[in-house]
């Protein structure tokens, strides 16, 4: 298998494990040390949060606070061995049963097969 192919057979299998809301399964694909920068924050780069710990921490509480939440993947890419893109509408009801509807991509970067860094870029409903 290419090394593109391979990197879209992992990203296939992250989203899987996210829809299905499998924290072990999304958390199998990321390094130890791998970082996540979230869509908002108040640095230029969101919040940045560094471990698995912490990730599957902000995972775990994206699942619980919306437990319809579900990524509709548009796309993933390769660009290289080293980096990937996928491209996604994110759909969830909050606690408050307000709706969320918004598009996004992911960009990954990965070494040794894992992903060492994901940041979320996403529109901002008006």
Known sequence: ??????????????????????????????????MFDTAGGSDPHGNRLHGIDEIAKAFKNTFQEMPDCHWDIQFHDAASPSRAVSHWIFTGTGQGGDSVKVEGVDIFHFKNGLITHKSVFKKVPS
């Open 1 to 34: 298998m290419s090394d593109h192919n391979a990197i879209v057979s992992q990203l296939q299998s992250l989203f899987e494990g996210f829809n299905a809301h499998d924290l072990d399964k999304v958390m199998s694909h990321f390094a130890r040390d791998a």
